[in-house]
C-alpha cells in the first residue's frame, strides 16, 4: 500500500504565500512524475504544475510565474510553493504521485486533499 500525507494549506491574504507538502510512504520502489491538482467550488479539478523524476516542470498558466513545484527524492515529499496568492487561487488542492511498488507495480496515488482559501 502506498499512501499520500498532505499538509500546508490553510487561509492567507492576497498577495501572500503558502507552501504545501505531500509526503509519500508506504511499499513504494521508484517514484516518476509528481504532480499538484486544484478543484474550487463547482469546477472541475484542473492540473496546476507537474515534476518529473529528472526535475523537468511544467505550469498551468494561472499559476506560472507565481507557484514552484519541487520535490525531495530522500523524503519522497513533493512540494507547492505558492506566491502573490489570488482570490482565484482558492481551492482544495491535491497531489498525485506516480509510484512504482516494491511489487512493481505503476499506481498513481491521490492525496487525501488540503483547504487553501485567499480571502482579504
Known amino acids: 500500500q502506498v499512501q499520500l500525507v498532505e499538509s500546508g494549506g490553510g487561509s492567507e491574504q492576497p498577495g501572500w504565500s503558502l507552501r504545501l507538502s505531500c509526503a509519500a510512504s508506504g511499499s513504494i520502489f521508484r517514484i516518476n512524475a509528481m504532480a499538484w491538482y486544484r478543484q474550487a467550488p463547482g469546477k472541475q479539478r484542473e492540473l496546476v504544475a507537474t515534476?518529473?523524476?529528472?526535475?523537468?516542470?511544467n505550469y498551468a498558466d494561472s499559476v506560472k510565474g507565481r507557484f514552484t513545484i519541487s520535490r525531495d527524492n530522500a523524503k519522497k515529499t513533493v512540494y507547492l510553493q505558492m506566491n502573490s496568492l489570488k482570490a482565484e487561487d482558492t481551492a482544495v488542492y491535491y497531489c498525485?504521485?506516480?509510484?512504482?511498488?516494491?511489487?512493481?507495480?505503476?499506481?498513481?496515488?491521490w492525496g487525501q486533499g488540503t483547504q487553501v482559501t485567499v480571502s482579504s
Open positions: 498525485k504521485v506516480e509510484v512504482v511498488t516494491r511489487e512493481l507495480r505503476t499506481l498513481d496515488v
Open positions: 515534476i518529473t523524476s529528472g526535475d523537468n516542470t
